[in-house]
Every structure is written in structure tokens, then in C-alpha cells.
């Protein structure tokens, strides 16, 4: 029984003290899923809004695609490269900072409060974007709140495509964010990956590879048809790929989980990114 209360006050101790050194960090989160999610729902009205003069002078489907795929690849590339994404290292995902975790970049605590933060300032954006862009447009049914579904194809294809473009993207982040060369071009790769999986992917699952993405639509949206496979599915996919690099490069070349590391902002991870005799800001 005193063991167990140990532990429990130990426990809260740490979260404290994560709290009150990081809290930026994951105010940081919280703002950039946030923001990721109102410009989501902005150009999907943009371009899907019946009475938008955009989608009425593009009339092909694939093309709005390709031109909402390279929005929200440039509004991730934004995110990641602004002052505030190379601070917290620009996760934005809670499966992106579970595979940190699992590869024992993340502390624990600060694992947790980067996944609240993200599921808070995911659904806080679009609400925010219902406010600056018009609830009735977001809620039309061309937008619908840019809800993630299965595709005609069904839900097990939609599970496989969530899963393998999700293993893709963290495998590119893996193999590009820890060579000290490449680390800089980070958000390059992943914004196109991006664009080109909303161009491609998307007819199949709506393109999430985020739990925290598809619960702040499912949320306003009040549409939760097999939510399922957008909280199971990425996970999944990123965590096979950090095994897979794992078993190629071995665990001691994953250097830290920032995705641009090229930077003088404060690192709170389980940092070993700079050579010898340098030390990241804390």
C-alpha cells in the first residue's frame, strides 16, 4: 500500500513538473493541429462549397483534389518550418508522439499532455473555423465538417490505405529528420507526402493518418462512422515503421523526434542530435 502511494505521488510529481517546464511546448501543439485544421476546413470550402466561385470554375473533381492536397501540403510545410513547429517539433499527431514515445525520444508525461493538447486544439480549430469561415458552409454536405470516411472500396481498404500511408510517412520522417544533412528539408518531405496522398490517397479513407484530425471533425460533425480505423490504423502504420527503421538502422540512430532539428529553439526531448561537447537549449 505505501509503495503503491509512493508511486502515485511520484507519478503526479512528474506531471507537474513536465507541466510547468513544457507547458509551451504543448501550447504549441495544441495551436498548430488547431490552425492546421482551420485551413482544412477553409479550403475545403474554397473548393467543395457548392456556392464557392472556386469550385464552380474547377469543375473536375480530381482537380480540386490536387489543388486542396497542395494547400494542405504548403500549410504543413508552414507549420513545421514556423518558430513554433520547430519548438515543439511539430507532432501534431497523437500517433506521430506515440512512435517517439515507443522509440524513447518522448518522455512519458510530456507523450501524454502533446496528445491532449492535440486532441484540444484539433477540435478547438474547427470550431474556430466555423466561426471565421460560416458554420453553414463547413456543415454543407460537399464539406461536412472535412470528415474522414471510407471510400466506395469499403472500410477494410480504407483500413489498409490509412495504415500504408501512415507506415510511409513515418519511414520518409525516420529516414530523413536523422541525417543531420537532410534534417532541414523534414517538413519538404513530409508536406509533399502530404499533398500527394490527399491527391491519391484520399478517394480511399479521406486521408487522415491522424486520430487527433479525424476526432475534431467527427466531433463538430457529430459523424462517427468507423472512427475506428483512423484511431487504430495510423498508429499502427507509424509504429511498424519505426520497427522496420529500427531493424535496418538500429536504435541508436533515431537522434531526436523534432522534425527540424536545424534550429537554435530549446529541445525538451531525449535529444541526441548535436555532436559531442554541444548541448540542445533547455
Known sequence: MITRLASLLASRCGAQRAFAGHWPE????AAGLGLFMVSACGFAVLFEYPGSAVHQAVPEPWLRRVLIGVAMGATAISIIYSPLGK????HLNPAVTLTFLRLR???PWDAAFYVVAQFTGGALGVLLACTVVGQMRIADPAVSYVVTLPGAAGRWVAFVAETAIS??????VLTVSNRRGLNRYTG?????????????EAPLSG?????ARTFASA???HVWTDVWIYFLAPPLGMLSAAELYRSLRGSESVLCCKLHHEN???????CRYHTAGEKCKE
Not at 87 to 90: E, F, H, T, Y
Not at 167 to 172: A, K, N, R, W
Not at 264 to 270: E, G, H, N, V
Request: hydrophobic fraction near 55%.
Open 87 to 90: 519548438r515543439s517539433g511539430a
Open 26 to 29: 504543448y501550447l504549441i501543439e
Open 219 to 221: 466531433l463538430s460533425a
Open 188 to 200: 519538404l518531405f513530409a508536406g509533399a507526402l502530404v499533398a500527394v496522398y490527399i491527391s491519391v
Open 105 to 107: 525520444k518522448v518522455e
Open 264 to 270: 537554435d529553439s530549446r529541445c525538451i526531448f531525449r
Open 167 to 172: 507506415l510511409g510517412l513515418m519511414l520518409v
Open 207 to 211: 486521408m487522415s493518418m491522424n486520430p
